[in-house]
């Protein structure tokens, strides 16, 4: 990976847009990719302002702030612009920490406005933004709109970038992280590293294996010889620019509640900019990638970080045993299958959201791991 990393951390204020970066040749079914490690914004290279929130959901609970300004640009290390935003509950106070919210592929933070209010009602402040490629960041193709991204490490860098805004913003502790799918899959990832700055972290369905025909070993096999090939950039076989969502509730495998998935619905078709398609060839190769070095016997051995996994019962989506079994050796992990939900555990039903709200307020704020040693020591 080339380093492009600017003489000192840009300042959230003191952003400066770079230049269009320079294109390959146009690819096979409408694609075209740009040199590796550059991007393209959208059209009017602006950064999209977080959308007020619509109608066909119950507004915030009064004296919930939604500032105006909250939506500011992050720059991360390899050079990418990240639309990221940060929200602080009302009063003066620290408050009981701060979430950062990990969304899943295709997603974007106006999808997640219920959630960031019920997380400021409880008194955290609340971080997230938009993976790099999708929402309201920089994209990675120039022309389509199929979510692609060349490897999953590249998230990390993403991850890093706000984790260093948040300690140069020093927002309070401790923190924890919500994480969702594919961001299940990119913060189990860095919990595994070890040092992590996240007390806790609570993961909805996260991304341990692909769920359907496709997540088998020959689409496993096909996605790797077609990305070695140059097709890293095609779409899925028969995928579409269409977002999942946009489909007919009675067929949609996330979620039962008929008003959250209208709710969804309604986000991106009065701002189809936010959305993204199905995935391409290269995203799927690089996501078994990071799927296969979940089946490392050590993998989560040195995290120091407790985590929660909170599973559907129903999920289409990934595979439910998958992540239960991850959890048995994932040192600090536990697993909950919430009976009867789809994928999207947040945008489920009251009742299925109540079981997720009963288990996150036990779980969050709490104590890191220690090791054994430093057990032993403080008992002496």
């Known amino acids: 990976m080339r380093d492009r990393t600017p003489s000192s951390a840009p300042s959230l204020w003191s952003f400066r847009p770079r230049p269009h970066a320079e294109a390959c040749p146009p690819m096979p079914n409408g694609g075209t990719v740009t040199t590796r490690r550059k991007a393209v914004r959208s059209p009017d290279n602006s950064m999209p302002d977080l959308l007020p929130m619509p109608a066909a959901l119950s507004e915030p609970p009064d004296g919930l702030p939604f500032p105006p300004h909250a939506v500011v640009p992050i720059v991360t290390r390899d050079g990418y612009r990240l639309r990221a935003a940060v929200f602080r509950p009302a009063g003066d106070g620290m408050g009981k920490g701060t979430v950062l919210l990990l969304q899943g592929r295709a997603e974007f933070m106006e999808k997640y406005r219920e959630v960031f209010g019920e997380l400021l009602e409880r008194g955290f402040t609340v971080v997230s ?11 990675l193709l120039r022309r389509g709109l199929a979510g692609h991204v060349e490897d999953f490490d590249d998230y990390q860098l993403d991850l890093e970038a706000v984790i260093g805004e948040m300690r140069a913003r020093g927002l309070p502790e401790p923190w924890s992280m919500l994480a969702h799918s594919t961001g299940g899959c990119i913060g189990l990832h860095h919990i595994a590293r070890g040092a992590s700055p996240f007390r806790r972290a609570v993961l909805t369905a996260p991304l341990i294996g692909i769920a359907g025909p496709g997540g088998g070993l020959a689409g496993q096999l096909l996605s790797r010889v077609c990305s070695a090939l ?8 028969f995928g579409t620019d269409m977002p999942r969502t946009q489909g007919p509730f009675e067929d ?11 709710t969804m619905r309604g986000w991106l078709e009065r701002h189809p900019h936010l959305g ?12 078994f990638h990071a799927l296969d070095r979940f089946e490392a016997d050590d993998f989560g051995q040195r995290a120091r970080t407790p985590v929660l996994m909170l599973l559907a019962g129903a999920d ?14 994932f040192r600090g992990a536990t697993a909950l299958v919430l009976p009867g939900a789809r994928h999207e555990i947040l945008m489920e039903t009251d009742e299925t959201r109540a079981l997720f ?24």
């Open 129 to 139: 933004f938009d993976w790099r490629g999708q929402g309201g960041s920089e994209r």
């Open 276 to 287: 993204i398609g199905d995935p391409t060839i290269g995203w799927v190769a690089a996501a």
């Open 230 to 237: 140059g097709f890293a950039t095609r779409r899925i076989p």
């Open 316 to 329: 289409m989506v990934v595979k439910t045993a998958m992540a239960e079994r991850l959890a048995l050796r």
């Open 252 to 262: 949609n495998p996330f979620t039962r509640d008929r008003a959250r998935y209208a």
């Open 357 to 380: 709200w009963a288990a996150f307020d036990a779980f969050v704020p709490g104590e890191e791991i220690r090791s054994d040693r430093e057990e032993t020591v403080e008992g002496a």
